[in-house]
């Protein structure tokens, strides 16, 4: 498997922008974390899903974010519009319901 | 509730020398531990995880991190350190008796070895 992927890698965009970051899990893993990194904060927890369903959304910061997964195999994050304080380092992760997460390479959003 | 703690945000070590890099833990039932390393511009990587049986965990890169119950502690170490070990580590702890299956991280701890 070639583990979890997430794209882009990079992203600039303008504040006011919409940005949507995307992810693929790993085959036959059935819960996904998205979470954030920065320097200040370390790493958050954004929301979870198990069997595609959002159990714990309580670290979404704001209305501004939004995360789907229409399918066991895609989920994406969505921000709108865009911050320059949103900038950060956004990771998305897989296991199995319990499980030791899998992450992905994570994409660098930077909001000017 | 379930809670992690690194308390060094940074360890210092020469190549060659053994290295630990501490956690302590607290949940109200049994803890699922984990490891996990970061490099630069990198997504986190899982090292080794702990359930149950041998407190002495042995996981990837020749890394093994020791459970002690009494310490509530689960802290990392390798005999001789290498300088490309110089990376970021997490440590993480679910709650076995808590009803979540989210793991809780703990705020890393920067591994640097000097040649």
């Known amino acids: 498997d070639a583990g979890v992927i997430q794209s882009p890698r990079h992203e600039v965009t303008e504040m006011g922008q919409e940005v949507t970051l995307r992810c693929k899990p790993i085959?036959?893993?059935?819960?996904l974390f998205w979470y954030r990194q920065t320097m200040m904060r370390g790493l958050e927890l954004l929301i979870y899903?198990?069997?595609?369903?959002?159990?714990?959304d309580s670290g979404m910061p704001e209305d501004r974010f939004s995360a789907k997964m229409p399918n066991a195999s895609f989920s994406t994050l969505k921000i709108q519009p865009s911050e320059p304080r949103d900038s950060a380092v956004y990771f998305c992760?897989?296991?199995?319901?319990?499980?030791?997460?899998?992450f992905g390479q994570g994409t660098r959003l930077t909001v000017v | 509730a379930q809670s992690v703690a690194q308390p060094e945000d940074q360890v210092n070590v020469a190549e060659g020398n053994p290295l630990t890099v501490k956690c302590t833990y607290s949940v109200s039932g049994n803890p699922y531990l984990f490891w996990y390393v970061q490099y630069p511009n990198r997504g986190l990587q899982f090292l080794l995880k702990y359930i149950t049986g041998d407190n002495l965990v042995k996981g990837s890169y020749g890394f093994e991190a020791e459970f002690n119950k009494s310490q509530t502690s689960f802290h990392l170490k390798k005999p001789s350190a290498l300088v490309s070990d110089s990376a970021l580590y997490f440590c993480a702890v679910r709650d076995l008796g808590g009803g979540s299956y989210i793991p809780t991280f703990g705020r890393g701890t920067s591994l640097i070895v000097h040649p």
């Open positions: 085959s036959g893993h059935n819960s």
């Open positions: 899903f198990n069997n595609n369903v959002p159990i714990d």
């Open positions: 992760a897989s296991s199995l319901t319990g499980g030791e997460a899998f």
